[in-house]
Antibody, heavy 122, light 107 residues
Framework: EVQLVQSGAEVKKPGESLKISCKGSGYSFTSYWIGWVRQMPGKGLEWMGIIYPGDSDTRYSPSFQGQVTISADKSISTAYLQWSSLKASDTAMYYC???????????????WGQGTLVTVSS | DIQMTQSPSSLSASVGDRVTITCRASQGISNYLAWFQQKPGKAPKSLIYAASSLQSGVPSKFSGSGSGTDFTLTISSLQPEDFATYYCQQYNSYPLTFGPGTKVDIK
């Protein structure tokens, strides 16, 4: 069974750093892209970027390029989303999700993590 | 970037109703269109990909159609568990983009 299990909720202060995780199981972690999606309180879904754990190839949405870093450690089947300096506006639920396959024709999400709530407040 | 719009933004319907949601892309995306369902406090669930293909385990009351710029999601007979927000997403080109969502609630 494919599962994506995310790390727990975080409460941080502005300016602090943070790294949240998404652990995949039940499939070949290195063979599928993993993406991150932001959902601000009461708002819609925003595609942030994706990583291919096999070779760490990464694509970012221009809206998030330079604001976050997506990485992966294939030895432990885990993808990460990190911030070097959080802002209050980073307060949101963050979901990881698996792309169904390689190539643009399969670049749709099929499995989702449960979400990680990040709260940034002074 | 390809912009996605959805209509209506919300709708009220009764159990048993047939419901149709429209999604439009700002440029042609072939059939690279997915639909997701999200219930309050829950992660999104994948429903449809390639505009009309059901994800494994998704009931056949859900159907999708369209190609190019105009797409629809239809729920043939709305059930209590279908009250949720529905999002479309294009995956024709990066950055992948979501529509703003359509909230389906109980009349």
């Amino acid at each position: 069974e494919v599962q994506l299990v995310q790390s727990g909720a975080e409460v941080k202060k502005p300016g602090e750093s943070l790294k949240i995780s998404c652990k995949g199981s039940g499939y070949s972690f290195t063979s599928y892209w993993i993406g991150w999606v932001r959902q601000m309180p009461g708002k819609g879904l925003e595609w942030m970027g994706i990583i291919y754990p096999g070779d760490s190839d990464t694509r970012y949405s221009p809206s998030f390029q330079g604001q976050v870093t997506i990485s992966a450690d294939k030895s432990i089947s885990t993808a990460y989303l990190q911030w070097s300096s959080l802002k209050a506006s980073d307060t949101a639920m963050y979901y990881c999700a698996r792309l169904a396959g390689a190539g643009i024709a399969a670049a749709h999400f099929d499995y989702w993590g449960q979400g990680t709530l990040v709260t940034v407040s002074s | 970037d390809i912009q996605m719009t959805q209509s209506p933004s919300s709708l009220s319907a009764s159990v048993g109703d047939r419901v149709t949601i429209t999604c439009r892309a700002s440029q042609g995306i072939s059939n690279y269109l997915a639909w997701f369902q999200q219930k309050p406090g829950k992660a999104p669930k994948s429903l449809i990909y390639a505009a009309s293909s059901l994800q494994s385990g998704v009931p056949s009351k859900f159907s999708g159609s369209g190609s190019g710029t105009d797409f629809t999601l239809t729920i043939s007979s709305l059930q209590p568990e279908d009250f949720a927000t529905y999002y479309c997403q294009q995956y024709n080109s990066y950055p992948l983009t979501f529509g703003p969502g359509t909230k389906v609630d109980i009349k």
